[in-house]
């Protein structure tokens, strides 16, 4: 028989992967971004907008964007529309 894998640590842990981190950003007027962290932006990748969970007190208005960094780095950032301020998020 195998053991159950599923341990309560584990889940915290791996909830913990996609959570959002503040960024440092800086933005043009149309609000997208040319710099990332102190990394100027030099190639912008994609964007898309996530409006969701709006019938409920806490709704998610995020404007994503796809940039590739000055350095090489590829990496997404979000600014969060409900509530304000920059974040990078990464999945797993």
């Known amino acids: ?7 309560a640590r584990a889940l915290r842990t791996a909830g913990r ?3 959002p981190r503040p960024a440092r950003v800086e933005s043009n007027f149309d609000g997208t ?3 990332v962290n102190h990394q100027p ?3 912008l990748r994609e964007e898309w907008r996530v409006l969701d969970r709006w019938w409920t007190e ?3 208005v995020r404007r994503y964007f796809e940039v590739v960094l000055e350095s090489g ?3 997404v950032v979000f600014h969060d529309g409900a509530g304000g301020g920059w974040f ?5």
């Open 41 to 43: 932006v030099v190639v």
């Open 88 to 92: 990078t998020q990464r999945g797993a």
């Open 33 to 35: 971004p040319w710099q």
């Open 58 to 60: 806490e709704p998610v």
């Open 17 to 19: 992967l996609n959570e």
């Open 73 to 75: 780095e590829n990496t």
């Open 1 to 7: 028989m195998v053991a159950h894998s599923r341990n």
